[in-house]
């Protein structure tokens, strides 16, 4: 059994060479950034009772970023002190991965492989599912793969998308074919999760809700910022029981 969707990994393969291209294919994960590093950072300060006046308040935390792309996100969590771990099924996002890390001198260790294959019992005080789920061919294989990574009382983050008439129009018609955010085809609706669906898998697999917060983005100002709303883009966090 995989969670490995071979249309979804071809898809984002062919993209790779772009991952660091700021105005590129991955634009808008460039601009999600700032907001869900920001989120990120305060969470696990306050969760794991960090020192926040640190330079590297994450220096005690092993994190595991799954479907890790080009390590958009596990560069500047690395930066924060944070033991790092990205895993993607695609070699291409890997390998581009790995250079980038090797260029800015940053020890991160980067992995070809989905959740289900990695022999990493209870590692990771930090799991991060960002973006992921609804690429994914099997959500509740993938969940469970997850939960097995993580030590009790960890902390897991599902970022994703929710399902409804807002979500399809906002999240494929204007970010695909009427902004051009995103390449046609990136997403599918029928793999979007309400926070609803989400909470029920999680819930199976020994999680317990924490927090669920929205995600918007400011036309005027260009940039993505934290919000109760969560019909379209939403994130949630949860403690491993």
Request: proline content about 4%; glycine content about 6%.
């Amino acid at each position: 059994m995989t969670t490995i969707d071979k249309i979804e990994i071809e898809k984002f393969s062919k993209m790779a060479e772009d991952w660091w291209n700021p105005n590129g294919k991955f634009k808008p994960l460039h601009l999600f950034n700032p907001a869900r590093i920001e989120f990120i950072k305060k969470k696990l300060i306050s969760n794991f009772k960090l020192d926040s006046s640190n330079l590297k308040p994450l220096q005690k935390l092993k994190i595991l970023d799954i479907g890790c792309g080009g390590g958009l996100l596990c560069e500047p969590l690395r930066k924060l002190g944070a033991t790092v771990t990205g895993i993607d099924a695609s070699s291409n996002n890997i390998n581009i991965a790995k250079l980038h890390a090797k260029k800015m001198g940053l020890d991160i260790e980067y992995i070809c492989a989905p959740p289900e294959k990695l022999k990493l019992k209870n590692e990771f005080d930090v799991v991060l599912n960002m973006e992921v789920v609804e690429h994914v061919s099997d959500v509740n294989l993938y969940i469970k793969s997850c939960s097995k990574l993580i030590k009790k009382k960890g902390m897991m983050f599902v970022a994703t998308i929710n399902k409804n008439l807002k979500s399809y129009v906002f999240g494929i018609i204007g970010a695909e074919y009427i902004l051009r955010w995103l390449p046609i085809g990136t997403h599918d609706w029928e793999k979007f999760l309400s926070p609803e669906d989400l909470e029920n898998i999680m819930t199976e697999n020994n999680f317990l809700l924490d927090e669920t917060i929205g995600m918007k983005f400011n036309l005027l100002n260009n940039k993505w910022n934290l919000s109760s709303d969560t019909s379209v883009n939403y994130i949630s966090t949860y403690l491993k029981n």
